[in-house]
Every structure is written in C-alpha cells, then in structure tokens.
C-alpha cells in the first residue's frame, strides 16, 4: 500500500506526464487529501471502508491537537512552493473529512490514477516517510562487505607481525650476503641457468632459515616489545609453527638441491641458531659472551661466505671447492664485523639482560666500553680493507675499494660521536647503522679482484 501526502501540486508531478494529466482531472475538492493507492484485490474486498475509515482517521488525529478555541491544525510538515498554498487552502473541517472519508472510499478511482506510475510521490511524503527500507539482499550486500573488510584487516595484521617477526634488518642482511657471495664465485661469462637456478635455491633457502625468534619473550616484552610474541600479536604455538614450517622448508629444499655445501650451511646454521637460543641444559649459550660471539662468527662469517660460496662453484661444475683472495679476505672482514655485531646488539638490552639475569658482556662491563670498542674493531677492519684493496691489480678496482672504505669508516666515526650512550634508543639507532655498513661491506666484495 502506498500512501501519498497531501497537497499534490503541478509542479510535484512534472516528471511524469501521464500521472499529472490524471491528478488534473481530479476535482480541488480532492486537493489536499491523503489518498490510499491500493491493488484492485484490496479495493474489491468487503473491509475495504472500514480500513480507509481508520486509517484516515488517524492521520487526521495526528494533524490536529486540541487548543483553546477547538481543534487547531498542527504543524505539519514543510512543503516548499504552490503545494504549500494550496496546503492551507484544502484544510476541511473535521466532520467534512470524515464525510469525504466515507464517499471517496466507496468511490473507485479513475483507470489512470490506479496505475499511477510511483514516480509521482511527492517530496513531502518522502520525507514523512523517512529512507526507504533496506531490503534483505542489500543487508546481505553490506555484510559482505563488511566481512570482507574484516578479513582484510585481519590478513593486513597478521602480514604486519610475520613481517616483524621475520626481523628484516637481517632478512636483508642475509639476501645482500647470499648475493654478494655468490656474485664473487662467478667468473667471466658464468651467469647463465645453471647459476640463476643456485642462486635461487640459497637465496630462498637461506631466507626461509632465518625466521627463529621464539624465546626471550618475557626479556622482549622489555627491550623490543614492538615484536609479535612480546607484544600478543602471534601466540607462541603460531610462532613454533611458522619456524618449524620454514626451517623444514628450508632443508628440503637444500636437500633437493644436491648441493652438499648447501645443505651443510643450512644445518649447521640451524643447530647453532638452537644452541644460541634454547632454553635447555648445556644450551642457550647468548648468556655466556664467548659463546653467543662463537655462534654468530660461525654463521655470519664462516658457513654464509664459505658455504655459498662453494654452492656455487659447484653449481657451475667445478670439480671442487677452491678458496679465492677476494673470498678469503670478504670472511676475515666478516669475523671482525660478526665480533661487533655480537656484542653491539647486547649494548640496548641492558635493562632487560640484567633483570633476566643474562651476564652479557654490556652488563659486566657496561655500555659505553662496549660501545667505544666495537667502534675500534670495525675501525681496524676498514684499515685492512683499504691495504687489501691497494694489491688489486686492476686500477679500477684499488681506486674504489679504498675511496669507498675510505668513507666508510669516517662515516662510522662520525656516527658514534653523535650517539648519546645513555639513550638506549640512541644506541639501537648506531646498531642499526653499523647494519647499514654490513649491507655496504657486501657491495663492495664483488670489487676485489
């Protein structure tokens, strides 16, 4: 059943010629009146007056309220323009309403007022009736929607802490040192499949090996609460299933491979990343200094260059693994540069370090002294790199490796001057730096020669 408001105007009904024809029609007596547009089943049943009587009753109940003088019209809605003249024009008394109730309900209405289009409501009527009813598949439309905009929300969260939790300062790391590595194996008119294919298979490999941050959650939840554990954003069975998942990934693919150098790189940077973390007799050896700075010498400068290095010999059919100058000077550099990493990283973690009672080396002998001597081995690094890069034979290459380690280490001491050690924050910044010249020291591998 549609209701349509009074005073129905020319104007109201412009936009539809055919409906303003037929209310033209209509005699003024009609004007102004709230007419009942029902089916012609509705209008042929036996409680038909009956309904347009009630109905009509009670809109006009609503339009008057009782005032001093009788019953006095109350504000109705707006209606802009001739419609509202014509509004106040058409105000029956309330005996003549109820009169025109009775005879217009017993009257069938003209053949071309039946059919109506619905484009012919009027504003006011709209607005008395207020939005149109939602339907059921528009409800259903803007619930999917709205789970879908869940489900994203949920998957750009969980992208968020993997990626936290996958630490990318050494996920890059370890990409520029697989690339650097295994750039210095290549010789003259080398790069073809069978390299791509090795690179790929370390690269990935490698990649996937490096995703094993499980402990130290209550020390974590005090010097890096950003990460996903510490901070609730993955429980731990979900954190013990994305390492056990990569780490198989990993070794199979090592394994596929056929690469012996390859699949010994990826294992035994697996055990020592278990023997430096776990929390279990005879392990967890990141309390001892000596021990955590073995572990990440073993990684990051022996079994990364060497390992890579001679996958990809063997990948381009060497008959076996030979040790070059510029391999053997890119893992001296990388000892002394794995040494700083060792102990730069404890430096910021004093606080929590202390309170879980993990005696490293920043705790017994503070900060500032840790500091001031990592600066002094990279220091002396950059020092044996510049000799090493004079006894090039090719010019090019002493020029850049010794301009290029030149500005390195006047950029580190420029860095570690302006760090305030008392600032943790401060110092994980120099930390992050001394990352910065890793990636860089891995650029420059490829020209020794």
């Known amino acids: 059943m549609q209701v349509l408001a009074r005073a129905e105007d020319q104007h109201d009904f412009a936009g539809c010629a055919g409906a303003s024809r037929s209310v033209d029609r209509l005699t003024s007596k009609r004007q102004g009146l709230l007419l009942l547009n029902l089916s012609p089943a509705v209008r042929r049943s036996s409680n038909l007056q009956g309904l347009c009587v009630g109905l009509m009753t009670a809109a006009r109940a609503a339009w008057l ?28 008394s309330q005996q003549q309403h109820r009169q025109q109730q009775l005879s217009q309900a017993q009257q069938p209405l003209p053949q071309q007022a039946r059919h109506r289009p619905r484009c012919t409501r009027l504003h006011a009527a709209a607005d008395e009736a207020g939005p149109a009813p939602t339907s059921s598949s ?27 939790f996958s630490r990318p300062h050494t996920m890059l790391g370890t990409a ?27 690269i990935v490999a490698a990649l996937l090996m490096n995703i094993s941050i499980l402990y130290d959650i209550e020390i974590d939840r005090i010097n890096k609460p950003y990460l996903p554990l510490a901070a609730g954003d993955f429980s731990v069975p979900t954190g013990w299933a994305l390492v056990v998942a990569t780490g198989a990934a990993s070794l199979a693919i090592g394994a596929a491979s056929g690469s012996l150098p390859l699949l010994a790189t990826l294992g035994g940077s697996l055990l020592l990343g278990l023997a430096y973390s776990t929390d279990l007799p005879l392990l967890r050896w990141k309390r001892s200094p000596v021990l955590a700075a073995a572990c ?15 996958h990809m010999q063997l990948a381009l059919g060497s008959a076996a693994p030979a040790i070059t100058r510029p391999i053997a000077f890119a893992t001296a550099f990388m000892l002394l540069f794995s040494v700083v990493i060792a102990l730069f990283k404890d430096i ?4 929590g370090d202390s309170k879980a009672g993990v005696r490293t080396l920043s705790v017994r002998l503070g900060p500032p002294r840790v500091f001031w001597a990592c600066i002094a081995i990279l220091e002396a690094a950059y020092v044996g790199a510049i000799l090493v890069g004079l006894q090039s034979d090719l010019l090019w290459s002493r020029v850049a490796t010794t301009v290029a380690h030149l500005a390195l280490g006047a950029l580190l001491l420029w860095r570690a001057r302006q760090t305030d050690l ?8 120099c930390y992050m730096f001394t990352w910065g010249l890793f990636y860089a020291e891995y650029l420059l591998f490829p020209l020794l020669r």
């Open 65 to 92: 309220v009782p005032g001093a003088g009788g019953s006095v019209a109350a504000p109705r809605p707006r209606i802009a323009g001739p419609a509202q003249a014509c509004f106040l024009r058409h105000v029956p």
């Open 296 to 310: 990440i010498l073993a990684v990051r400068a022996v079994l990364v260059q060497l390992g890579f290095f001679f």
């Open 176 to 202: 520029v040192s697989v690339t650097s590595v295994s750039a210095l194996a290549l010789g003259p008119g080398q790069l073809g499949a069978p390299a791509l294919l090795a690179f790929a298979q370390a």
């Open 348 to 351: 910021p973690d004093v606080a």
């Open 422 to 429: 008392t600032s943790p924050k401060e110092i994980s910044r």
């Open 138 to 164: 528009d409800l259903g439309v803007q619930q999917a929607a709205g789970g879908l905009q869940a489900r994203l929300a949920a998957l750009g969260a969980f992208l968020d802490a993997l990626y936290r």
